[in-house]
């Protein structure tokens, strides 16, 4: 699996944009780009996915460069319950991968 | 659906003791997971089940076992309990041949040990 590389931390004012990081430069081509989110207390909680085309959802939008070598989830009006910790993950979807590990993540904190 | 549920939510015990974290999940699930949570460690895979009889080892095994005679429940045993198992211990469970984001995490049990 490909490895990703996030920011440890990050500060964000309420109700602006946060743009959140990734770099998966030895991505393969069958892998999807997965994000999560794991506020404080809580089990981890799916945002959204995408392979190379940009995705929206209700909770973030997902960009993904030409070459799928990084990607940047925007949340583009934070608020506090955003506050969390926030795993970039590059998976194969659908396939047996029941071995998963995340990462350190990028703790994301956001100010009023 | 109750989803992922995880008894205990808090428990202590002192080097040395065993003891057994509960999962259920009435998703009818096949693949369920346990997990363990450390400081800037992220999640790490301790062990994980495809099908009621069958598991495997993760990441980091050494200290736990696991049986999963029904589908609903997957309990995870410490043998004997030691200061470096303190964590939280988050169960996971999900159908094989969905995506990969439709895997359902319980709320966490936080264990110190002594």
């Given at each position: 699996d490909a490895k990703t590389t996030q920011p440890p931390s990050m500060d964000c004012a309420e109700g602006r944009a946060a743009n959140l990081p990734c770099n998966h430069s030895t991505i393969s081509g069958n892998e999807y780009v997965y994000?999560?989110?794991?506020?404080?207390?809580?089990?981890?909680?799916?945002?959204?996915?995408?392979?190379?085309?940009?995705?929206?959802n209700e909770m973030a939008s997902l960009i993904i460069t030409e070459d799928r070598k990084s990607s940047t989830l925007i949340l583009p009006?934070?608020?506090?319950?955003?506050?969390a910790v926030y795993y970039c993950i590059v998976r194969v979807e659908g396939s047996n991968d029941y071995k998963l590990s995340f990462g350190a993540g990028t703790t994301v904190t956001v100010r009023a | 659906n109750a989803g992922v549920t995880q008894t205990p939510k808090f428990q202590v015990l002192k080097t040395g003791q065993s003891m057994t974290l509960q999962c259920a999940q009435d998703?009818?699930?096949?693949?369920?997971?346990?997990?363990?949570q450390d400081p800037g460690m992220g999640l790490r895979l301790i062990h994980y089940s495809v099908g009621a009889g069958i598991t495997d080892q993760g990441e980091v095994p050494n200290?736990?076992?696991?049986?999963?005679?029904?589908?609903?429940?997957?309990?995870?045993r410490l043998l004997s309990a030691?200061?470096?198992?303190?964590?939280?211990?988050?169960?996971?469970s999900r159908e094989p041949g969905k995506g990969f984001y439709e895997q359902y995490f319980g709320p966490g049990t936080r264990l110190t040990v002594t």
């Amino acid at each position: 699996d490909a490895k990703t590389t996030q920011p440890p931390s990050m500060d964000c004012a309420e109700g602006r944009a946060a743009n959140l990081p990734c770099n998966h430069s030895t991505i393969s081509g069958n892998e999807y780009v997965y994000w999560y989110r794991q506020i404080h207390s809580q089990g981890p909680q799916y945002i959204i996915h995408g392979l190379k085309n940009n995705e929206t959802n209700e909770m973030a939008s997902l960009i993904i460069t030409e070459d799928r070598k990084s990607s940047t989830l925007i949340l583009p009006h934070a608020t506090l319950r955003d506050t969390a910790v926030y795993y970039c993950i590059v998976r194969v979807e659908g396939s047996n991968d029941y071995k998963l590990s995340f990462g350190a993540g990028t703790t994301v904190t956001v100010r009023a | 659906n109750a989803g992922v549920t995880q008894t205990p939510k808090f428990q202590v015990l002192k080097t040395g003791q065993s003891m057994t974290l509960q999962c259920a999940q009435d998703m009818n699930h096949e693949y369920m997971s346990w997990y363990r949570q450390d400081p800037g460690m992220g999640l790490r895979l301790i062990h994980y089940s495809v099908g009621a009889g069958i598991t495997d080892q993760g990441e980091v095994p050494n200290g736990y076992n696991v049986s999963r005679s029904t589908t609903e429940d997957f309990p995870l045993r410490l043998l004997s309990a030691a200061p470096s198992q303190t964590s939280v211990y988050f169960c996971a469970s999900r159908e094989p041949g969905k995506g990969f984001y439709e895997q359902y995490f319980g709320p966490g049990t936080r264990l110190t040990v002594t």
